[in-house]
């Protein structure tokens, strides 16, 4: 059997095969609610029979203020879950696992409805409104915020949460000395940098909930959180009881000076790195398109699931194509198998 559609295990949960789907924002809620709509449902269930093992839901804020747009889903209220947990179904009925992101847009917000906040008020861009800078007791509340979500994210049925401390958000602006110049115990050192996250790491081991983080390996700017940095941070993921860690890259900075060419892979080398470093799944992202590509990765070393984000919104019958390609038609909803004999 090829390693791409292997079983694995992420704590207590078995995914059918290493596809993931991971999260990809819609903008597809509506009214300021939060609510997972039809659209969602059929999104993601379209990818869960199309044989994808794990998906991770798209960002989901844990407070109204930390979505990116209006149009975000949410889950910083209990009338959320049962919309979520249509989705969960629809989802498990395929055979999938599901995730969901848990995120905090911090100055990436551009909500109409409110002032963004972040650990220091410094604009991500021109484009951008200036940041409230958060007070110790507003970041008390928004590391409850997370917990309090991953409660919800269980109660809806979801197997995991993950973390979304990538790409410039919250969690990644405390993260970085850069984004970061706050002079209290959430400032300056690494250790005080990554106390936001592992406090909410903490809050959710704590209540049983699941969780796998999402970190943006190196944010590509001179004096950065880089990658010696992800290492350590990685080692923490590990102790703080976090079941995987998805490797990605960039988004702290509009126009960062060492940002690499965009090519087939070119995030895949950090996944290498960190998964020398635990003993933890990773996940490797970066224009992986090809059943054959994501088999190398594995085989190679690099990773132990391979995510599929764009290639999985052309094509959400990718999983098919892998099982064609290794020759596990058997593996092939029964349905569609003339398509691939």
């Known amino acids: 059997m090829s390693k791409i559609l292997t079983p694995i295990t ?3 949960t078995t995914v059918k095969n290493r596809i993931v789907m991971p999260p990809m ?3 597809k809620a509506k009214n300021n609610n ?3 709509r039809c659209f969602h449902n ?3 269930a379209t990818r869960a029979l199309g044989g994808v093992g794990l998906i991770i839901v798209e960002a989901t804020a844990v407070e109204a203020r930390g979505r990116i747009t209006n149009d975000d889903l949410g889950l910083w209220n209990d009338e959320q879950i049962e919309y979520h947990k249509e989705l969960v179904k629809q989802c498990h009925k395929f055979g999938a696992s599901i995730a969901v ?7 990436k917000s551009e909500c109409d409805d409110s002032r963004c906040v972040a650990p220091s008020a410094i604009k991500f861009s021109e484009k951008y409104s200036e940041p409230l800078e958060l007070s110790l007791d507003e970041i008390a509340s928004i590391k409850e915020a997370f917990v309090q979500a991953g409660k919800r994210a269980v109660a809806a049925g979801y197997d995991l949460v993950e973390l979304h401390a990538a790409h410039g958000y919250l969690l990644h602006e405390f993260l970085s000395p850069l984004t970061n110049l706050r002079k209290d115990e959430f400032g300056g050192s690494f250790e005080n940098r990554v106390k936001l996250l592992c406090e909410v790491m903490d809050g959710l081991r704590c209540e049983g909930v699941e969780f796998g983080v999402r970190i943006s390996a190196d944010e590509w700017e001179v004096g950065g959180f880089g990658l010696d940095d992800s290492l350590k941070l990685a080692k923490l993921i ?4 976090g079941v995987y860690i998805h490797v990605s890259a960039g988004g702290n900075h509009e126009k960062p000076s060492l940002v690499p060419k965009f090519v087939p892979f070119y995030q895949c080398d950090y996944a290498k790195e960190i998964k020398k470093v635990v003993n933890l799944p990773v996940i490797a992202v970066g224009l992986i398109t090809t059943p054959s590509q994501g088999e190398a990765l594995l ?3 690099v990773c132990d699931m391979v995510a599929y984000g764009r290639e999985l919104l052309k094509n959400p019958n990718l999983a098919f194509y892998a099982m064609s390609e ?3 038609n058997e593996l092939i909803e029964k349905s569609y198998l003339r398509a691939f004999v």
């Open 10 to 12: 992420l704590g207590k």
């Open 25 to 27: 924002c819609t903008y």
């Open 34 to 36: 939060g609510f997972p």
């Open 42 to 44: 059929l999104h993601y």
């Open 101 to 107: 992101q848990l995120a905090h847009a911090g100055r």
């Open 238 to 241: 590990q102790d703080f009881g």
């Open 299 to 301: 085989l190679g070393d």
């Open 326 to 328: 290794f020759k596990e």
